[in-house]
């Protein structure tokens, strides 16, 4: 079915449980879920090149509205052609509101019920964040879904502060959906509520009677224990629009994943795949692998005999192992290839444990392979 | 013809002048030449992978073998296949005897008439390099071409000094040739001489009389003028054995390649383009291009118009200066790719003017335009 916005649709496929396959479609692309968005903080996926990142099968990345708008600005990648063209990105990509980092640069930055007052943390300058402005910013920036400015409270934060970020983050949702919307530029709603499964209900109910595109959950993976934002986010998941893409921000490691596709999530994003990877820890069917240790020195095997990607039909254990030990970029890049071929292969095995009606089992026995695999790398 | 070692020929195709085109082959590798090989100092030409070296049209990249032999050490490389079957090239690798990095460790070395004796620079273990180990660990790296080990003096050396390092060469190149040779290894002798071209005259006549597979020239690049380089390497270049392949280690720029080629050398290897690259700077057919500088930001052309490299195909000026200021990693790859392919096509282009019998003009009329356009990046 179409959505709000002209140019997108989401269609929900099949469903197992709670869990579902969807396909959502930008103007830029089509877009099969569950799906896993790679990180382009600064308009690169980390040491990559976006014909790489294609070949993942990745069809939506994410970008930073904050680090853009800071360098080398909106109005130059606006005039580049967005951030697609700009970077050779051929599919769809998705950019936060610039709030959640705006918050971290924590005593260089003020936040009011209009918006939030910062300094750069590139040159100080004093700068001034409202939902008006993110939407403009993501305006020049050209994403196919742009997110709402949202107040995301610390991890723990106490129930008052919570309330008042909840507030805040409706009354901007507001004057967000108030913006003239960009040509072809989605807009999806932020439910925050902290850790609070009640103020979360509230707050989900009051996002999705707005017309947004799509709902995401913003505030989870900050400090909580992951057992709770798994139970959380399973109370949400039954509640939230089942005709619109779901979306969980910041999220997560693989297990994280597929506990969240059980609760019937559909998009995620994370820096994990392409962080880990640069220092040196692949994820694999089998667990976490620290490529560093002495173990795999002599090991002519791949990183994961499982995988199918460039990296471990290609490269042995002990030449990976070399190239982190020798300081070769090299290394960090052909982690984070397989890293986010691992993040992609994950949410296609998962789609199809959907189609066939056995996610659950699937999931359950994928989850338990992974936590001994760790346990055993220890 | 073929060489002194079972499975190498050369062929000289074509002449112009001084300038020739030849056709090296290996057991691994045919190499028309003039030909640069990539410096893969560790097993890896920086943050490139084998098949990103390959599509430039290099067919030989280089290797240090102290490097490997300190870490991750030749026993191990042996064990997993040799140097290339480890990194994944597809094509054949040249090592170089281990010493030039050795005397680089100044005060952590000792050289007598025998070998050197030094401390690793990762754990301050004592080493001992003698002409029997360097091809020892070079026969463990499993390289196409071995080069002897030799003695280089420092830049601007005194004669009695350069005298002696050119009496340890000989008798260290007898030596060398005097080890089994492993299976499908060629090796290629050293001329030293320092710039007195009495001695150099004199050494490159006892070393072509070796049963060497190819000929190199060393200690050059090291200080001295460029045009007293480019004097002393024509010099020599008419001097030099003609049915046998003829290597001017270590150099160069662009210019230093065009010069030389026109002496009739055949092989290079040099560090530039790729670490250059890593910091910012790129060759292009109009001088070398300082990525970083401001002038770059809103410009949306590629780093070379006249290049078809996947970097020039792909991303816009503008960009790339991107990456380099928020410190992407991706920028150098991209540059140290697009440097390469630079350097391979302007060897292929030598190659194509020696063949049309209008080297001398074609490339005087190169060297004029990147020394233009070096002046106006400045």
Request: hydrophobic share 35%; charged share 25%; proline share 6%.
């Amino acid at each position: 079915m179409t959505l709000p916005t002209p140019g997108f649709s989401f269609e929900v496929a099949t469903e197992d449980g709670r869990a579902r396959g969807a396909r959502l479609t930008t103007p830029r692309a089509v877009i099969d879920t569950p799906a896993f968005m790679p990180v382009g903080t600064h308009a690169s996926v980390k040491g990559l090149t976006p014909s790489e990142v294609d070949a993942t099968g990745a069809r939506m990345i994410l970008a930073n509205t904050y680090h853009l708008w800071v360098r080398p600005g909106a109005e130059l990648i606006d005039r580049q052609g967005g951030v697609c063209r700009f970077m050779g990105w051929p599919h769809a990509l998705l950019t936060d509101s610039g709030g959640y980092q705006v918050y971290s640069l924590a005593d260089r930055r003020k936040i009011d019920d209009d918006g939030v007052t910062f300094r750069s943390h590139l040159d100080g300058k004093k700068m001034r964040l409202t939902p008006e402005t993110a939407m403009d910013v993501q305006r020049h920036l050209g994403s196919d879904v742009a997110m709402v400015l949202d107040e995301c409270p610390p991890g723990g934060a106490d129930r008052p502060v919570v309330e008042r970020a909840m507030r805040r983050t409706t009354a901007w949702a507001e004057r967000c959906l108030a913006t003239t919307p960009a040509t072809g530029q989605a807009r999806f709603g932020i439910v925050q509520g902290g850790g609070y499964v009640d103020l979360r209900m509230t707050h989900l109910q009051t996002i999705a009677e707005m017309p947004f595109d799509g709902v995401a959950l913003g505030g989870f993976s900050v400090g909580e224990p992951v057992a709770q934002m798994h139970e959380l986010v399973g109370e949400l998941g039954a509640a939230m629009p089942r005709d619109r893409p779901r979306y969980l921000m910041g999220v997560g490691t693989p297990e994280d994943l597929l506990s969240a596709i059980g609760s019937g999530i559909d998009l995620f994003d994370c820096v994990l795949p392409t962080r880990n990877g640069r220092n040196g820890q692949a994820f694999t069917s089998r667990g976490r692998v620290n490529i560093r240790q002495a173990r795999h020195r002599d090991d002519s095997s791949p990183l994961d005999s499982d995988c199918t990607c460039p990296v471990c039909r290609t490269y042995s254990r002990a030449y990976l192992r070399h190239l982190f030990a020798s300081g070769e970029m090299l290394g960090p890049r052909l982690l984070s290839l397989h890293n986010l071929h691992f993040y992609a292969d994950l949410t296609r095995q998962a789609r199809s444990a959907i189609e066939s009606a056995r996610y659950e089992s699937w999931a359950r026995e994928v989850t338990k392979r992974l936590r001994e695999g760790d346990e055993r790398q220890r």
